[in-house]
Nanobody
Framework: QVQLVESGGGSVQPGGSLRLACAVS????????MGWFRQAPGKEREGVAR????????YYADSVKGRFTISQESAKNTIYLQMNLLKPEDTAMYYC????????????????????WGQGTQVTVSS
C-alpha cells in the first residue's frame, strides 16, 4: 500500500516562498505519476503540478506557471513543490497524490483520476 506524507506547509507573506515535500513509502516513486493538488475552503480540489517520474517531465496549472516547480529526489523517494512569489489566492490545503503513469497524460489534472493521497499540509499566504 502506497503511503504519502506531506510536510513543509505554513504561513507566509505575499511574495514569499515555501517548499513542500511528499515522502512516499510502500513503493518507489519511479513507478508512479506524482502530483500536487490544492483545495481552498468552498472550492473544488484542483491540480497544481505533476511529474512523470520516468521521463522527468512536468505539467503545471496556468495559475502557478513560472512560480511553482515540482521535482523529485528518487534517493529519498520524495517529491517537492517549490512555491515562489506566493499570492493570497494560493492559500489552500495542499495534497500530494500518486497514480500509475496514465495520469501523467493529457492537458489536465482531475482529482478523481488519482488513487493515492496524503493527508495534506496547510499553506496560508497573508499579510
Amino acid at each position: 500500500q502506497v503511503q504519502l506524507v506531506e510536510s513543509g506547509g505554513g504561513s507566509v507573506q505575499p511574495g514569499g516562498s515555501l517548499r513542500l515535500a511528499c515522502a512516499v513509502s510502500g513503493d518507489t516513486i519511479t513507478n508512479y505519476c506524482m502530483g500536487w493538488f490544492r483545495q481552498a475552503p468552498g472550492k473544488e480540489r484542483e491540480g497544481v503540478a505533476r511529474i512523470d517520474t520516468r521521463r522527468d517531465t512536468t505539467y503545471y496549472a496556468d495559475s502557478v506557471k513560472g512560480r511553482f516547480t515540482i521535482s523529485q529526489e528518487s534517493a529519498k523517494n520524495t517529491i517537492y513543490l517549490q512555491m515562489n512569489l506566493l499570492k493570497p489566492e494560493d492559500t489552500a490545503m495542499y495534497y500530494c497524490a500518486s497514480e500509475r503513469y496514465w495520469a501523467c497524460s493529457g492537458d489536465y489534472m482531475r482529482h478523481s483520476d488519482w488513487r493515492y493521497w496524503g493527508q495534506g499540509t496547510q499553506v496560508t499566504v497573508s499579510s
